[in-house]
């Protein structure tokens, strides 16, 4: 069972005690007035039941809840530090990937063109060209 189905389970029987205890204490006032001889006998047997009243049923709830927030915090805390580092691997390949896309396109624009002038970039020659290349291959955005 998970935290969800335990809190669930918890509190249906919460308030099944509730309805049991004021179920009985509605039928103990009919009988207050009218069943002075069936009472006694019946609130002696009522006694050594092992009825819950609403303050042990709550301070139960409270320790189980207290235990399970000790228990499964743990597991939320991994989960969430395990989703942080992927999303930081995700963001880490976009900028490297917008990386190797801006160097490949000031190299497309250094590229030596017929009508060069004083104010023409000088090439881009960039030594690991072909590495560049085979990182975008696996991009599923092809910008060659």
């Not at 189905?5 to 918890?10: D, E, V």
């Not at 235990?67 to 915090?73: D, K, L, R, S, W």
């Not at 002038?117 to 590495?131: G, Q, V």
């Amino acid at each position: 069972m998970d935290e969800e189905q335990y809190g669930i389970n918890y509190w249906y029987k919460r308030k099944i005690s509730n309805v049991n205890y004021t179920g009985l204490a509605k039928i103990m006032k009919k009988y207050k007035r009218t069943g002075g001889l069936l009472r006694l006998p019946f609130i002696q047997k009522v006694l050594e039941q092992p009825f819950l009243t609403t303050d042990l049923i709550s301070k139960l709830v409270k320790e189980c809840e207290t235990t399970i927030e000790a228990v499964f915090p743990a597991e939320e805390d991994a989960e969430r530090e395990k989703e942080a580092k992927e999303a930081i691997t995700v963001a880490g390949e976009g900028i490297f990937r917008n990386t190797v896309a801006a160097l490949l396109t000031m190299q497309e624009i250094r590229r030596g063109s017929s009508t060069e002038t004083l104010l023409s970039l000088p090439p881009l020659n960039l030594r690991d060209s072909k590495l560049i290349h085979s990182v975008l291959l696996s991009s599923p955005i092809s910008i060659l």
